[in-house]
């Protein structure tokens, strides 16, 4: 049962971490793992499990990280903050949240960060926006590059289409998804959990090992 849920914890498109008031690392999925290979909003201070803190990428934003963390822990305040990621251009938001749970009915008080990446969207979209809703390859494909910001035009001389003819597979888009413009699609996308069980963890944002 531990290794399924350790499963289910690994296969999520966020980094997860659960620290300490210091920030030492108490637990850390595989998206978090990846996160701070590559500089994305966070690192960890140390290899060793005993001294392993959570810090963030960007040595000015440490101070403020530590902080809501602490502030987490001793007055049980939700925070969060926008970091700075050294990986491609792409931006990061953590959100430090206090948790307690009861051991022998004694409370065992922790702090929860969960960082978000634009971009990081599992693999596994596409192809399930084409199963849910039968989209073509290339219709789903659209669909993730609005979510993920692109224009149509950008779209279009990417594929080395016509402009006109991309406009006419959003249109279907929207009539298969039951949406009725960019906004309901964008958020019809975002609605999707950001799972991928069907590949190993770290695989979940492929475009990170290229």
Known sequence: MLALLQAVIDSLAIAVVLCEETGRVIFANEMAELFAR?????????????????IAAATHERRALGTLIRTAANSGQEGGLQLTSTFK???????????????KNKPVRGVL?????????PASVEARLASLFKL??????????????????????ARKNKLSTVRSQLSRIFAKTGVRNQVDLM????????????TAPAQAWRGLRD
Do not use: E
Request: aromatic fraction near 6%; glycine fraction near 8%; charged fraction near 10%.
């Open 38 to 54: 590559s500089g994305i909003g966070i690192a960890f201070s140390s290899a060793s499990p005993a001294t392993r803190r959570i």
């Open 89 to 103: 251009g792409r931006s990061a938001l953590a959100l430090v949240t206090p948790v307690t749970a009861f051991d």
């Open 113 to 121: 960060v969960t960082i978000g990446s634009d971009g990081a969207t």
């Open 136 to 157: 073509s390859p290339t219709q789903a494909a659209l669909t993730l590059a609005i979510f993920n910001g692109q224009s149509l035009a950008d779209f279009a001389k």
């Open 187 to 198: 958020r019809l996308v975002s609605a999707m959990p950001p799972i991928d069980v069907s």
